[in-house]
Every structure is written in structure tokens, then in C-alpha cells.
């Protein structure tokens, strides 16, 4: 772990930490697609082909047309998860002058190295950086970052934030599925501006935008709900707000 500020710089941080987490005998759920490919030998857990078979009992098939239904994803306890990676921090600000105010960068971001599972101790060891799931909460990332840029001229201050969220993959695709039906997401930025004025020292006004640039949802099959994964990206587009600070 490094954190400390730079000397040359009188306004400035740099903190940089490593960390590295190993869990074993997670409780948590198989993903659908999984169960079901497993019931039809996937990973070769089912080479009989059994309608008995322990993953085949987790659904039940349609009298009318034969499609899955009645599902269970059910919690249980799997091998393993190992995850690591690294959170940077840093900033650094200057003085523009006597009268022209302070500029402000500020950097958060966190790096992926490894989301490694294992459903049971038979079955391979699956990596899924770099994907996204067709679970709530389910995208890994590899890199993910918000970058703020303030402006700062006496009771004056607006600010420009950059969100990102990098490139991903299916996650089925990892596991064999085919990238054609299992689409993934390119890269994504969004903006924000945020402007505030403190007109006296209780009372502020401000205003701002949301998704500057009216980034809509990334789209990809299967997702999690309305072709995208609301947990992750904006679905509400562009908005305006302006509202009043008043303390007492």
C-alpha cells in the first residue's frame, strides 16, 4: 500500500492499495444457462443423460412446448471465489492566480486482476474478468474509474465528472457459450456537470446535468432486465436539477 502526498506538488495524494481475497465454500447460486447446460452434460456432469440428475431435478419443462420453467437457482455452498485486484486515489490542485482561482483533478479508479470460481471441486476454475452476467450486480470490469475536474473562483465552484466503465464480454462466453448469442458491451463514459454558488454563508444555490452526453443503456443478450443491466448502467438518459442549500 502506498499513500502519501507529493512533495512537489503541495496540493496533492497518491494512494495505491493491493488487495487479495480468498474465500472457500461460498454460498451462492448457479446461474440459470449453467444449470440447465449442465443437466444436458455440460462439464460432463450428466453423461448419462439422466432426467434424474441433481441439476436436471433444478427445473421443470413445459407440457406445451418443452421450454424451461419453474427454474431454481437455489444457494448452496461452492468451491471457491478468489478475487484481487488494486484501488488507486490520487489528485493534485493548483493556484491560477490572485484572482483567477484553483483548478482540482481528482482520480478514483480500481482494476480487476482476478474473479476466479469453482462451482465443486471437479469442476474447472472459471475467471470472470472483463464479463458481463445476466445477474444483478453480476459485471466484473476490469477497469473501472471516476475522474472529477473542479473549477473553484470565491463563492463559485463547478465541476465536471467522467465516469467510466470499461469493455466487457458475455460472461457465457467464458464458460463456452457462443459470443454470437451471448452479446457483451463496448466501453462507457458518462459525464456530469455541477455548478454551486454560495450566495451568502448559509444559503447556496446549485445546479447540474446528469449523463451530460445522454449516454443511453448498452445493450447486450441475455441481460439481467430490459436488454441491459440497470444495476450498472443509467437508463434515465439526460436530466437537469437545480435546487437551494439553506442551513440554519
Do not use: H
Not at 451462492?28 to 440428475?53: E, H, L
Not at 492566480?97 to 481528482?106: K, Q, V, Y
Amino acid at each position: 500500500m502506498l499513500n502519501q502526498p507529493i512533495e512537489s506538488l503541495p496540493r496533492s495524494y497518491l494512494s495505491v492499495d493491493y488487495w487479495s481475497i480468498e474465500l472457500e465454500e461460498v454460498i451462492a447460486s448457479v446461474g440459470a444457462s449453467t444449470i440447465v447446460q449442465r443437466c444436458f452434460n455440460r462439464d460432463n456432469a450428466n453423461p448419462t443423460f439422466d432426467p434424474n440428475n441433481s441439476w436436471c431435478k433444478l427445473f421443470e419443462r413445459s407440457q406445451t412446448n418443452g421450454g424451461v420453467e419453474r427454474l431454481k437457482q437455489l444457494s448452496q455452498n461452492q468451491a471457491f471465489n478468489n478475487l484481487s485486484g488494486a484501488d488507486l486515489a490520487a489528485g493534485v490542485g493548483f493556484d491560477l492566480g490572485e484572482s483567477a482561482g484553483a483548478l482540482d483533478f481528482n482520480l478514483v479508479a480500481t482494476w480487476i486482476e482476478k474473479n476466479e470460481t469453482q462451482t465443486t471441486a471437479v469442476d474447472p476454475v472459471y475467471n470472470y474478468v472483463g464479463t458481463i452476467g445476466s445477474g444483478t450486480g453480476s459485471s466484473v470490469p476490469e477497469w473501472k474509474l471516476n475522474l472529477d475536474t473542479a473549477y473553484t473562483r470565491g463563492p463559485l465552484k463547478l465541476q465536471l465528472s467522467a465516469r467510466y466503465i470499461d469493455a466487457m464480454v458475455n460472461a457465457a462466453t467464458v464458460t463456452g457459450g457462443s459470443p454470437i448469442t451471448n452479446t457483451g458491451v463496448p466501453a462507457t463514459w458518462y459525464y456530469d456537470l455541477i455548478g454551486r454558488y454560495e450566495i451568502t454563508g448559509n444559503l447556496t444555490i446549485r445546479a447540474g446535468v446528469n449523463n451530460l452526453s445522454d449516454q443511453q443503456p448498452r445493450l447486450y443478450s441475455p441481460n439481467v432486465q430490459a436488454n441491459t443491466d440497470p444495476s450498472l448502467y443509467d437508463v434515465l438518459g439526460r436530466r437537469y436539477y437545480v435546487g437551494v442549500d439553506y442551513r440554519l
